[in-house]
């Protein structure tokens, strides 16, 4: 009997000690779990793979000469340069957009030697936020702004002055002179990664103007409508709907082709009768790594801006260069 008694207490001992190591065991396991769990909860999220980035330098140089050539003409130099940035954030059914568009050029002709001529001029900074209505969905809710100006002054119509043998020109914009923004709510369509179209019922912005002379030519509202040498504002707010199509193309990774078109309607005066149109294109041609041949044109109508100071016209221009384009991009 004793013997007997003296065997369970060692299975007993034994056992709990079993008992003992499988307790500590599972509890190191649910200390290691919850430690990992709380890295985890911890651990920020790199927002650096949700963004898409690039940036493409050009700059661009003509030169024409002449030496006893019959048929006339002047020496003449132009360089232009431009920056064209891109970032975009996509996550989950969430994107941000945003593109930033620079250009400036100048022209110097043998027959105005002490004159630099502005021949291309842009600020253009576009940001769009989109959500998508589901994961297979190719329309999107969405949330806009964008802004278009000059950098600098701009003159047509030169006269040499005899005493100082200066050239003067006729003012005709300066940097916010005119400016354009635009905050726009709507949806897009978005059917193809090449195209898409925005529809946006609710937009609202500023026409600026700062300098004094040019206001009233951008339509700019009288101070006192009673009396007006009082001048004019350096504001005009609009309220309108905007449909906004983008399209792009690429032709055997050589030739690149952009659209955008934008109509504006301003629900404020005459709506869907006196339409603002934007319509900018671009072809560009890329011979090797790092010369491209590009066409850029840019048509304009707005009712209230006039040209010869009493009628609104069609404005168009066209810019041609041969460029030297270097690109940075990450992801």
Known sequence: ??????????????????????????????????????????????????????????????????????????????????????????????????????????????????????????????????????????????????????????????VQEEESNKWKGTLKSGFLSPGYTNIALGMEWNPVSWFNVNIAPLTGGFTICTIDELKKGYGMKPVDPENLDAGYKSLLFQFGAQVKLNFKATINDQINYSTQLVLFTDYLDNPFQHNRVNWDNKISWVANKFIKLSIDTWLVYDPIVTIDGVTSKTQFKEFFAVNFTYSIKSR
Request: proline letters at 0%; hydrophobic letters at 40%.
């Open 1 to 158: 009997m004793k013997r007997i008694t003296v065997i369970i207490s060692a299975l007993l001992i034994c056992s709990g000690g079993a008992f003992a190591q499988d307790v500590q065991k599972a509890a190191e396991e649910a200390a290691k779990a919850m430690a990992e769990a709380a890295a985890k909860a911890n651990k920020k999220v790199d927002n650096t793979q949700f963004w898409t980035k690039g940036v493409d330098f050009d700059l661009g140089f003509n030169q024409t000469g002449l030496f006893n050539w019959a048929a006339g003409g002047y020496n003449t130099l132009s360089l232009a340069a431009g920056i064209d940035g891109k970032a975009i954030y996509t996550r989950d059914l969430m994107s941000w957009n945003n593109r930033l568009q620079l250009n400036y050029g100048f022209l110097w002709s043998a027959d105005k030697r002490n004159l630099l001529q502005k021949n291309t001029d842009r600020i253009y900074f576009e940001s769009k936020w989109a959500y998508k209505t589901g994961k297979s969905s190719t329309w999107n809710y969405t949330a806009s702004f964008d802004f278009r100006s000059q950098f600098t002054d701009g003159y047509v119509n030169y």
